[in-house]
């Protein structure tokens, strides 16, 4: 008596593309943050921004943290070395465009200190960078 055998029929692994997929997911989740230009601070929160202006030029980011720490985009400089990048910045471009971010703990003294600065080395629009409350 011989048993007969079913015909074996395909199937397609899965496991492998679901890794690949899951590897993938962890990379965007931890590369979006980075994204974002200048160092991480907890902006101010306001009712009423100005609107930004839609410029296709990446503007310059210059950072404050609360801890009094200055960032040009997100490489951290000791103040007489950023003025010094900026300067050599806006002899490149003149028209380039700054933001300031500066975290909401900072003393108003301080950022207005950053923002004359700036003006000073004679940026032509220096924009501050806060949160929208109505978009929270």
């Known amino acids: 008596m011989s048993a007969r055998r079913s015909p074996l029929t395909p199937e397609m692994n899965v496991t492998p593309l679901v890794d690949v997929v899951l590897v ?6 931890v590369v979006t943050p980075q994204l974002e230009a200048g160092a991480a601070v907890e902006l101010p929160a306001v009712l009423n921004p100005d609107k930004g202006e839609e410029n296709s030029l ?3 980011t210059v950072s404050l943290t609360a801890q009094g720490a200055l960032f040009l985009d997100r490489k951290e400089l000791p103040r007489a070395q950023l003025v010094e990048q900026l300067r050599a910045a806006h002899e490149k471009d003149s028209e380039a465009r700054v933001v300031l971010k500066a975290d909401r703990a900072v003393r108003y003294a301080e950022v207005r200190g950053v923002f004359k600065t700036l003006q000073d080395i004679g940026f032509p629009g220096i924009s501050l960078q806060v949160v929208d409350l109505k978009k929270n």
Request: no cysteine; hydrophobic share 80%.
């Open 24 to 29: 993938l997911l962890i990379i965007f989740m």
């Open 58 to 60: 990446t503007p310059i």
